[in-house]
């Protein structure tokens, strides 16, 4: 080979090494409707009334990302939580239909507080053919199975030379710990005939309020694709707030991810563009954390639907303005990690079995020591023999120098903050409600403190959980980005 000819293979070799060396990178999005019909029960209270009201559709919000090698999806379900066994089949069903692997789908709920349940029995099932049935499904799960596979594959339909960016905003006037530590001599009794050290939204201006139990994070973080020529086709933020919900009674909605939905595509300009602009809204670290200025006396009384539109605008105002100064890439190197992990799950002891007993012998109306102590009585016997071991997925995913974390809880806001320290990507955030439903995931530190979301038959793993999970989270995204420099090395 002449020295001309080694000169320009030379040449192309860098060439290919710097932009990856795996072609054209696209994308591609859609949404699948997921409404339910009326008269079927509203989850998210303590009460499951059925539905009188559609107030917004529901959906399956789909992006398909694809870097020449590798693809990636995500798919945000307007959901209060999606059993892993749905979202399992879900994956199947992908897989037959477009060879793209399970480890390379994430799929979450947003945790809507005004949908229907979308939940397994813990029977494992095999089937993902339409009008086949479906092992511990019911029929809502066999229907969100099918629309989020063919969102998916609409998705890939609608792939083409894309480029990408992402960003990230801060909202911090809607984010407050909604657990609190309370003055001495403050009661604080929890369904189990204890006392707790935190409680759960203790009273708006309550004077008890010794101080918050936990920390706040208002990062939003934003990944935003377009088209070769400027034209948007999908965003997607990620912000650490609970749901923001219509406020008006048993109806159907998207809550607040789906009103940002609608509004970052009208300020972006992307109103009736073909194929459609998907925005989407995933649920970060947002277990401990709500709305409430609950130091604050209440102010003002809101109108049905009036405050999940003003949270939406506001988030959406701020990822649009960041927005503005993002830089956006023609080609990033795609990656993905899965791992399987079994957790202890959390048992009665012999005393709660005995309490719960004794609370569900006395008379409905008897005086209670605690207003939910029958619902938790009831919880702790069903939990007598339930599985010692609960199985969840991990899974990490990375575009180019941002990294996603997802996780099957309802995540404590310190364990994304760990995560995003910790992390050796320059940007970082973790999706709950991710590949699963399985309650929620305190610190080890918060567990200590008690408060609702510690309860048992609330929590359903072991206090080292966490621990856990950030340790495996984070040595997925150490071998990514030794994978990263190995590839770019020449």
């Known amino acids: 080979m002449n020295r001309a000819l080694l000169t320009i293979v030379s040449m192309l070799t860098v060439a290919c090494a710097a932009s990856g060396g795996t072609g054209v990178f696209k994308a591609g999005a859609a949404a699948s409707n997921i409404t339910p019909p009326l008269d079927e029960p509203v989850v998210g209270g303590w009460n499951s009334p059925p539905a009188t009201h559609i107030h917004d559709e529901l959906y399956a919000r789909c992006l398909v990302l694809d870097d020449g090698a590798t693809r990636l999806v995500l798919v945000m379900v307007d959901s209060l939580g999606v059993s892993r066994e749905v979202l399992d089949a879900a994956k199947r069903l992908i897989h037959d239909k477009t060879g793209i692997p399970a480890a390379n789908v994430l799929i979450a709920a947003t945790h809507t507080h005004s949908s229907i349940p979308a939940r397994g029995s813990g029977a494992a099932p095999t089937a993902t053919v339409p009008g086949e049935p479906q092992p511990g499904i019911g029929n809502y799960g066999g229907f969100l199975i099918r629309r989020i596979a063919d969102g998916v594959r609409r998705a890939l339909n609608n792939l083409e030379p894309a480029r990408i960016g992402w960003g990230r905003a801060e909202e911090p006037t809607q984010v407050f710990n909604r657990r609190y530590l309370m003055k001495p001599g403050t009661p604080t009794p929890n369904p189990f005939g204890g006392v707790d050290q935190a409680v759960m939204n203790p009273g708006q201006g309550n004077p008890n309020i010794l101080k918050a139990a936990g920390p706040i994070d208002p990062e939003i973080v934003f990944l935003s694709v377009q088209s070769r020529d400027g034209r948007p086709i999908a965003l997607l933020a990620n912000y650490s707030l609970h749901y923001v919900g219509p406020g008006a009674g048993a109806v159907i909605s998207a809550d607040y991810f789906g009103v940002f939905a609608d509004r970052i595509q009208e300020m972006l300009a992307a109103d009736r563009l073909s194929p459609p602009f998907v925005g989407m809204l995933s649920n970060g670290t947002s277990g401990d954390i709500n709305n409430i200025p609950w130091l604050e006396k209440p102010q003002q009384r809101y109108k049905p639907y009036e405050k999940m539109q003003q949270v939406a605008n506001l988030v959406a105002q701020a990822v649009h303005e960041a927005h ?160 990263k420099e190995q590839a770019a090395r020449p």
């Open 324 to 483: 503005k100064e993002i830089t956006f890439h023609d080609w990033v190197q795609l990656d993905a990690r899965q791992t399987d992990l079994t957790l202890a799950a959390r048992k009665p002891t012999a005393e709660q079995l005995t309490w719960a007993r004794e609370v569900l012998k006395k008379p409905e109306d008897a005086p209670k020591y605690h207003t939910h102590e029958r619902t938790y009585a009831n919880r702790v016997l069903g939990l007598k023999d339930s599985s010692d071991t609960v199985g969840v997925i991990l899974q990490t995913l990375r575009v180019g120098d941002l990294a996603v974390c997802a996780i099957p809880f309802e995540v404590f806001v310190e364990i994304g903050l760990e995560l995003k320290a910790k992390s050796p990507f320059a940007q970082t955030f973790t999706i709950s409600h991710a590949n699963g439903s399985n309650g929620y995931l305190p610190t080890a530190g918060q567990h200590a403190l008690g408060g609702y979301e510690t309860w048992l038959g609330t929590s359903r793993v072991e206090f080292e959980a966490a621990d856990k999970i950030v340790a495996n989270l984070l040595a997925m995204h150490n071998e990514m980005r030794a994978g």
